[in-house]
């Protein structure tokens, strides 16, 4: 069954957030186990906020409110999205309720898509999105991996899943081509926990080479570094997702992103070549380095 609202309330009076927030966390927890046991984990590889959060950051990072994952097998987005709708259309796991309307679910060529609603015991008007991309496979080994321990765990009455997961050098790749090309907080952010950490940035430069040449956009680095402080960005949609008494600054964000990135900069000239080619003609460029990996 679902955890009670006075641990949830305890949970989220720690973690510094509103309850929403960290009873979307709690949920969002049943709904992977329900996923992996019904097998519909297995030809995905976990990737976005929340497994940034539940498997390399933990509560150092922002809360998240949707599911994310890339396909890695051969399974058309028509039939997964379908096969994700029957596990959880009026149906319920732990004591959750849920629904998906038929104007709630979407499957493209490149990706596939659901709004979820759900209530329980003590919420009736709960709500979450769950995304797959179908546009490239990883580039790098999928892994199982187990949540970062969080206190709540002791009361969910189940085992969190272990959950194919995008290694982290494509995670930190991934987003920082989603910062280059749009304006949300939530990427940013990402990047500035991440910034510190130890990874090898030459292969996270490489990723982000490929992944932009990927979704035909020129990556220009110096460009996207100095451009930071020009954009617009929601900060109060950052500030609900952090505890509430932390101080950060767009100043702090954009200088630590600045200098902890400047490897980006640093491209061999097979990388300068990719970069610099929107229209994908370098494709036997893209394929070498491609088999780098």
Not at 88 to 110: K, N, T, W
Request: glycine content about 6%; some cysteine; proline content about 4%.
């Amino acid at each position: 069954m679902m955890i009670e609202k006075r641990l949830v309330q305890w949970y989220a009076a720690n973690a510094g957030v509103d309850l929403d927030i960290a009873e979307r966390e709690v949920v969002l927890t049943y709904v992977m186990k329900v996923l992996c046991d019904a097998g519909l984990l297995a030809p995905l590889a976990f990737k976005g906020g929340t497994a940034i959060r539940k498997i390399f950051l933990g509560n150092q990072g922002r809360f998240s409110l949707d599911l994310d994952f890339t396909m890695v097998s051969e399974i058309t987005p028509e039939e997964f999205v379908l096969d994700v709708v029957s596990i959880l259309q009026g149906q319920e796991h732990f004591g959750i309720i849920f629904d998906v309307r038929s104007e709630d679910y979407y499957a493209s060529s490149d990706s596939c898509g659901v709004i979820v609603t759900y209530q329980h015991a003590w919420t009736t008007n709960g709500k979450f999105s769950f995304q797959v991309s179908f546009r490239s496979k990883p580039i790098l080994p999928v892994q199982p991996v187990g949540f970062i321990q969080e206190r709540y765990f002791e009361w969910l009455g189940i085992e969190p899943p272990l959950v194919p997961t995008l290694d982290l050098h494509e995670i930190i790749g991934e987003k920082i081509r989603a910062s280059a090309q749009r304006s949300r907080i939530r990427d940013l952010y990402d990047l500035y926990q991440f910034a510190t950490m130890k990874y090898d940035r030459n292969i996270v430069r490489r990723i982000t080479i490929l992944k932009c040449w990927e979704t035909n956009y020129a990556f220009d680095p110096l460009a996207f570094l100095r451009g930071l402080p020009g954009k617009h960005y929601d900060w109060a949609d950052l500030e609900r997702l952090i505890k509430h008494n932390k101080t950060l600054t767009p100043p702090v964000v954009f200088e630590r992103i600045q200098q902890n990135y400047k490897f980006l900069v640093e491209m061999d000239e097979d990388e300068a070549i990719l970069a610099s080619d929107p229209y994908c003609r370098e494709r036997k460029t893209y394929l070498r380095l491609l088999s780098s990996f």
